[in-house]
């Protein structure tokens, strides 16, 4: 059972899911994960879910790569890399809903040591590498070598030329 809070987020009053699982209620999906700032209520941890939007029923693989990136505790790498973001997590999947289509390949899914996640995908050609910044930017880093074609573009909201090269790297890996 699921109670509102006054953020666009909900307090689980019982473990119902496990942490970094998505779970679908009233229509809405919402990523799992332990709010180390939140006490414990009665004799069960709450967990804070957030809402992903419109997160399809059957889940694709990068979605649980990505979740269990929430796992990495501070230090993870021992030089002092800060835990992978919820909000990092989010944004990663919310842009791979965008422009994922049926053909296109998984990323390589990394942490980045400030608590971001990288999306690369190095095939065929193409050198694609797309780190999130914050909900809805993004940077990409794009080298093709058949045409030498080359570019790195800090994204907010139009992602069309992401789209262009996801595009050419799935007709390319077909």
Not at 79 to 99: D, F, M, R, T, W
Not at 139 to 146: G, I, K, R
Request: contains cysteine; hydrophobic residues 35%.
């Amino acid at each position: 059972m699921t109670t509102a809070v006054s953020d666009p987020s909900f307090i689980v009053d019982r473990l119902i899911a496990p942490i970094g699982s998505i779970v679908t209620h009233d229509d809405d999906t919402y990523l799992v994960h332990k709010d180390r700032t939140i006490g414990y209520a009665g004799s069960v941890a709450p967990y804070r879910c957030r809402i992903i939007s419109d997160l399809p029923r059957q889940r694709p693989e990068y979605i649980k790569l990505l979740t269990e990136l929430l796992d990495l505790k501070e230090n993870w790498d021992s030089y002092g890399a800060a835990p992978i973001g919820v909000s990092h997590v989010e944004s990663a999947i919310n842009l791979l809903q965008c422009v994922m289509q049926c053909n296109t390949p998984l990323p390589a899914i990394v942490p980045t040591s400030r608590g971001g996640v990288q999306l690369e995908w190095r095939m065929d050609g193409i050198d694609l590498e797309v780190e999130t910044l914050s909900s809805h930017r993004f940077l990409v880093s794009f080298e093709d070598d058949v045409t030498d074609e080359e570019w790195e573009q800090e994204l907010d909201y139009d992602y069309s030329k992401l789209m262009q090269a996801i595009t050419l790297l799935a007709e390319r890996s077909s």
